[in-house]
């Protein structure tokens, strides 16, 4: 009876949002509608409301409906949707300042003498806007109503001159800064967690441990991720366009011909105002997306600098052509450039200023913040006063953000009748029962998602389809996708969603600005051959996840808050580069090895000395574990041609068994609840249906298969043991000859303590104590945090102690500080022989060794080795045979 209700829940929402009825009010109100109606009918059928629901009753998945509301707004981990308000005014207010305009009539006299010269500068500057304001409808609108024109005028053919509009029009729903990437990346969070707690069910099923490695953690994502993510895929879109009017055209010219430019291209005049069009916009990408690939901003921050941008150049186009009206943007950019060279080059913080300079910089400092204060609100009063502008771009973005949040909140109500009807259950039975594994269930997905298209707008995919089935597909380990490629996937389909006839939105967008001798039928035939394009280009980004995964791993690796080299997730990554490098470099590495143990080390502590010598036998060591690991490495490759197969197959089966296990439990749950005879008389017969399937499932497990899975196991616990036995063996080579240089470093630094407290033993010696108990515990700081001295450090403690306690005793405290003196001379002098002796040795050692046997010991990367990482670890791994 649940599918009944799941089935009313779809048809009233497809019918309501069919019939017109707005989509915020769509989504809620089929879902309260149809909980409602569950309820009642439970309640006068069977005298219990919560009778037709999976589990609990309609007041609690109301209930959950209004939670799933508060969490949009209250939860502070899900502040990305901030970023939304900030963009549209961005998009919105360019729109108004009539960027679209000048960047369409000066590129399409720029590119005119090309091939299919109009359609691509209708791309570029599609391309251009998609990066700015990426509001659809006006880049549609803006183009149909400049292009369209020039382009019929010189001959174009109707269907491609509408088609590069639309397509060109939609690209600001891939390309960042974009609205519905946000909106993926909060959806596409939540349902990161929801699959990281799915799959270490699944380990914990498949091995019995209750800690999952982190290696296998699912990879979340975030806007700013999901920005980096589209980036390239957006400009790969692009270039398709491009190639393909530029192809047409010169297979059949008659469909785009060359339109010259009556005067001189290279003319001072028109290359200022192709620079003048085209830097603004591309400078104000840079600060936005630059500011996020740098780290310096995150994506609200990005957000608001692209709001201000936005209002600086809306300040000088409003009053273009007027001697004044590049002022505030000048004053705002040399305020900005004045603030950044005095704070690179002096100390601002008020709280450690101790130079006159500094002084005299803060005071720069501050002036040059009045003066981008000035010029940002110069910039606000002018958008202010003229033609009303920045209050119409105000009530716009507050329309626009409503709705989208309004959309939001609907679509939290409508997952949460969803879920209280166990669609969800029945989406991943579905998915998981479909032969071919992720990739049937991920093009599934993607069909659904492509037809949907045709009828629903990008923002009701992205809160309705997501959230049910990105966690299923996260889930997997057999692909093992990051939530950001999947995000991106899931853009570029929903992009084809403003195309697909009957109601693309950019279709209609166009067709209200077309003239009549364009037909609708122009339309659907121009659009095609680009939907054609975007399938393309989806699966060029499905089979090289590298396009979307590159950048934001790279920021990743290299950013300020970049994560050591001994994170988890870098380990494979990590293995393969230094086994590239100890392959080319076993000799190199052996003569460097051989030159130190062939120093003199006797000056040093015998424990010490010990040590060395055994982290000199673990580096020799390196060799033969990497040998053990490849050779390990292998077999299980070997290994898994023959096991993987056998294993999908009784994970499968497992899969199955525990769902009817499930369904076992809840017929059980509710047999308890019944009274009426006969209706527990089905339920138990429904019970023993599923105790048969069970028992069927179970035959069909291969009666090798613990065997065959034992083996399996001991492949891997060899292969493990030796990749633990290989990192630690580098790690305590290496910080052994570390520590040494380190103890050796701080010579001076004991030199300066034994003064110190040789000098406290003259002032107890002469009776001179006032100042003793202070200097005291000054030197035993110090000397705390030398290593390798912790005997001297306890000598001096016991000696402030008989000075501090009841019963003062100087000639203890002597005693100790003597015992303390004695030790930091010994360390002293063996510190002094090796400085003289080896110690060149072992720095040119450390230095040769840090980027490969002491590499997990750094703080982070170097640059190089993230360039070579990141196409390591921006691919996607099969993990599935550790579950």
């Known amino acids: 009876m649940e599918l009944v209700f799941l089935a009313l829940l779809f048809i009233l929402m497809m019918y309501a949002l069919g019939s017109g009825f707005p989509v915020a009010f769509a989504l809620p109100g089929s879902a309260i509608v149809t909980i409602v109606l569950a309820g009642l009918t439970g309640l006068l059928i069977d005298g219990d409301s919560s009778a037709y629901f999976v589990q609990d ?55 005119g003498p090309v091939p299919g010269g109009l359609g691509i500068s209708v791309v570029f500057v599609g391309g251009l806007l998609a ?9 549609v609108v803006a183009m149909g109503l400049i292009s369209l024109p020039a382009m019929l005028r010189n001959n174009y053919s109707k269907p491609l001159a509408t088609g590069a509009i639309c397509a060109s029009g939609t690209l600001g729903q891939i390309i960042p800064p974009s609205i519905v990437l946000i909106i993926l990346a909060d959806q596409l969070a939540s349902a990161a967690d929801q699959a990281a707690t799915t799959r270490a069910a699944l380990y914990k099923q498949a091995t019995g441990q209750f800690n999952m490695p982190s290696e296998l953690n699912i990879i979340s994502t975030s806007a700013g991720d999901m920005f980096l993510g589209a980036f390239l895929p957006g400009i790969l879109l692009v270039g398709l366009y491009m190639a393909y009017i530029l192809i047409a055209a010169l297979i059949r010219p008659s469909i785009a ?52 941008g936005a209002m600086l150049m809306a300040g000088y186009k409003l009053r273009e052509g007027t001697k004044s009206a590049f002022y505030p943007a000048i004053l705002t950019i040399m305020s900005l450039l004045l603030i950044w060279g005095i704070s690179s080059n002096y100390n601002l913080s008020i709280k450690t200023i101790t130079k006159t300079s500094d002084w005299v910089a803060l005071f720069f400092v501050t002036i040059a913040v009045f003066g981008l204060l000035t010029g940002i609100s110069w910039s606000g009063w002018r958008a202010f006063t003229i033609e009303n502008t920045l209050q119409d771009v105000m009530a716009e973005t507050a329309k626009t953000t409503s709705l989208v949040f309004i959309i939001l909140l609907g679509a939290a109500m409508l997952t949460a009748a969803f879920r209280g009807f166990g669609g969800e259950e029945v989406v991943k039975h579905f998915l998981s029962s479909l032969p071919g594994g992720f990739w049937s269930q991920f093009i599934v997905v993607m069909l659904v998602i492509f037809i949907l298209g045709f009828f629903l707008d990008f923002i009701e995919i992205a809160v309705v389809v997501v959230p049910i089935v990105a966690p299923i597909l996260l889930a997997d380990p057999s692909a093992n996708v990051t939530a950001v490629w999947l995000g991106v996937m899931i853009g570029l389909n929903i992009q084809t969603s403003f195309l697909t006839p009957p109601f693309g939105f950019a279709l209609f967008y166009l067709r209200g600005v077309a003239s009549k001798a364009v037909k609708t039928i122009d339309m659907y035939k121009g659009v095609v051959p680009f939907i054609g394009l975007q399938v393309i280009g989806l699966a060029i980004v499905g089979f090289n996840p590298s396009l979307v995964n590159y950048l934001p791993t790279k920021t990743f690796l290299s950013g300020e808050t970049a994560p050591p080299p001994k994170n988890p997730r870098l380990q494979m990554c990590l293995e393969n580069y230094l086994f590239n490098f100890y392959d080319t470099n076993e000799a190199e590495f052996n003569r460097q090895l051989a030159l130190l143990d062939r120093l003199d080390y006797s000056s040093m502590p015998k424990s010490r000395q010990k040590r060395l010598e055994t982290s000199f036998q673990t580096a020799g060591s390196i060799f033969e574990l990497k040998n053990e690991i490849k050779s390990a490495k292998g077999e299980m490759t070997a290994a898994s041609v023959d096991y993987k197969p056998i294993h999908t197959k009784v994970r499968k089966i497992e899969r199955m068994i525990r769902q009817n296990e499930k369904q076992i439990k809840a017929l059980k749950r509710e047999i308890r609840a019944i009274d009426d005879p006969a209706k527990k008389a089905s339920i138990k017969k429904e019970i023993i249906a ?31 043991r030796a990749r633990t036995q290989f990192k630690r063996n580098s790690d305590q080579a290496y910080s052994e000859v570390r520590m040494i240089i380190n103890a050796v470093n701080t010579e001076p630094r004991l030199s300066e303590i034994n003064e110190k407290i040789l000098t406290i033993q003259t002032k107890i010696n002469n009776n001179a104590i006032a100042t003793v108990l202070p200097d005291l515990k000054s030197a035993y700081n110090e000397l705390s945090k030398v290593s390798g001295v912790g005997e001297a450090a306890k000598s001096l403690l016991k000696a402030r102690r008989a000075i501090d306690g009841k019963k003062r005793n100087l000639k203890k405290a002597l005693s100790f500080i003597d015992e303390s003196l004695i030790a930091i001379k010994t360390e002293i002098e063996w510190r002094k022989k090796i400085k003289a002796g080896p110690y060149d040795k072992l720095v040119a050692f450390d230095s040769y060794t840090k980027n490969n046997l002491g590499l997990r010991e750094q703080t982070r990367l170097t640059q190089e080795q993230v360039d070579i990482i990141t196409p390591c670890l921006a691919r996607h791994r099969d993990i599935s045979l550790h579950f």
């Open 131 to 139: 990066a700015t304001t990426g509001i659809v409808g006006a880049t």
């Open 57 to 111: 009753g309609p007041i609690e998945w109301l209930t959950a409906g209004v939670t799933n509301f508060r969490g949009i707004y209250w939860e502070v981990e899900r502040d990305t949707l901030i970023a939304i308000p900030l963009f549209i005014f961005m998009g919105i207010m360019l729109q108004r300042s009539k960027i679209a305009e000048d960047l369409l009539v000066t590129m399409a006299q720029l590119f």
């Open 257 to 308: 011909p060359i339109v010259p430019y009556d005067g001189k291209l290279l003319e001072r005049s028109f290359m200022f105002k192709v620079v003048l069009a085209l830097v603004p916009p591309l400078l104000l990408i840079f600060l936005v997306l630059g500011s996020i690939i740098a780290g310096i901003a995150t994506v609200n921050q990005a957000g608001a600098i692209g709001a201000i």
């Open 690 to 720: 599923f105790k048969t399937d069970i028992t069927e499932w179970q035959s069909l497990i291969p009666k090798t298969w613990k065997k065959t899975n034992s083996d399996f196991k001991l492949i891997t616990t060899r292969l493990n």
